[in-house]
């Protein structure tokens, strides 16, 4: 099968790269000259574990191109697949679809022959409709189906995701394309994944559907959290407590500083817009959504308050930068709000992340980027554990107490053990667990 991809980014490189893995002959077209040029030397320009071997393979075997140039692209390809971004419009938290729209303009002036057309951006209902509308519109003549197929992988496990999903959403409404979807993801269909064929609209929302009931779990939790402080529980526990009872299930039950990334932040916003639009507004997430913003920067004061109340002149050491580990994103990364809330309460910040650290300069302002954790902590009065990289699981504590002003950590990620870290001289403040016994007649006065 001929398929090509247009936007070479996290979902279009990594699905073109599996999709020629799996034998499909693959181009994959970008608008950023840069970057294609870059790819086309086997540069891959994102962190994503595995795919620079993925492309070197694909490319070397001539099943992956890289190109700018659509037209050629779209020679003889069985199937285009549109996987731009679709970031928050500014100014109303609309998914902003113009990049969507181009593409499906310039796919309908290069349509000869049946061709399926197939939106792997998570575009908000209705979307698929308006892309038929302009292709027919740009291109009377366009033998077309106009499929939706979300892409669920996540960032730094993309292609152990893709290749073997939990299910494959499919809103198809023609007989050819779904033999053609059939065929694309044959591969994968013999692995037993689970095919789900359903309506176009239905497909985009179950997407969104997806992605806001995972950021209302992971609110929950972070509510519950606080709650714990509050009464001197312990969120870890009750975490495990209630998923171990296989109707709520154990993922996305860790408490921390709120969820972030190119994913969640602007797609629960979007499904909250469109279900205002349709004047049937959902509160559970329009509530997820207020709650997450004000927690990344109540974070910041969460520092501030293990720092003594003020942090002017002071130091804190930021360990992980990234909105979650094994990714260089730092797209409505946590870290962002907790940055700039502790410059403005006057903290100087020193900051290491393993990947993150040139997307992270694109953000924040006056950090001082360091080589390392122990860099990073020399001469600070708090280390502050924002990101769980593995590098920051089993730090040195006897080392980082040396070197740091003060020995306090505040674990944002919950990754060590109180007693632990106490044995090393350190104050340890974590999320959801109590800074110390409570003692049982205490707690309930
Ligand atoms: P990205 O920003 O990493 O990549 C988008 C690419 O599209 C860029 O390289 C850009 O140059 C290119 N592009 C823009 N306009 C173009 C045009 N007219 N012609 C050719 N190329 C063009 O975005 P992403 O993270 O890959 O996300 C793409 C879509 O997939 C979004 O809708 C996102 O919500 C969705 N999604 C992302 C993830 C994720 O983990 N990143 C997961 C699931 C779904």
New binding site residues.
Partial sequence: MRIAV????????VSGACFADFGHEVTC????ER?IEALKKGVI??YEPGLDELVARNSEARRLLFT?D?DAAMQSAEAVFI?????SRRGDGH?DLS??Y??AR?IARNIRSFTVVIN????PVGTGDEVERIIRETNPEADVAVVSN??????GA?IEDFKRPDRIVLGIEDERARAVMTEIYRPLYLNKAPLMFTARRTSELI?YASNAFLAMKITFINEMADLCEAVGSNVQDVAHGIGLDNRIGSKFLHAGPGYG???FP??TLALVKTAQDYASPLRLIETTVAINDQRKRAMARKIVRAMGGDVRGKTVALLGLTFKPNTD?MRDSPAISIVQGLQDAGATIRAFDPEGMEAAKACLSDVTYCTDAYDTAAGADALVLVTEWDAFRALDFPRLRTLMKAALLVDLRNVYRREFIAQHGFRYISVGRPEEDIPVALAAE
Avoid at 29 to 32: A, P, T
Avoid at 83 to 87: E, I, L, W
Avoid at 120 to 123: C, F, G, L, N, R
């Fill in positions: 247009v936007g070479s980014g996290y979902v279009g490189l077209v970008d608008s950023d970057k320009p994102i700018t659509l996987a731009v971004g679709t970031p998914a990049y969507v181009a593409v310039d792997k951006s998570t575009v979300p892409e669920f992988l996540r960032e993309a997407k990334g190119s994913c602007k797609d994103d």
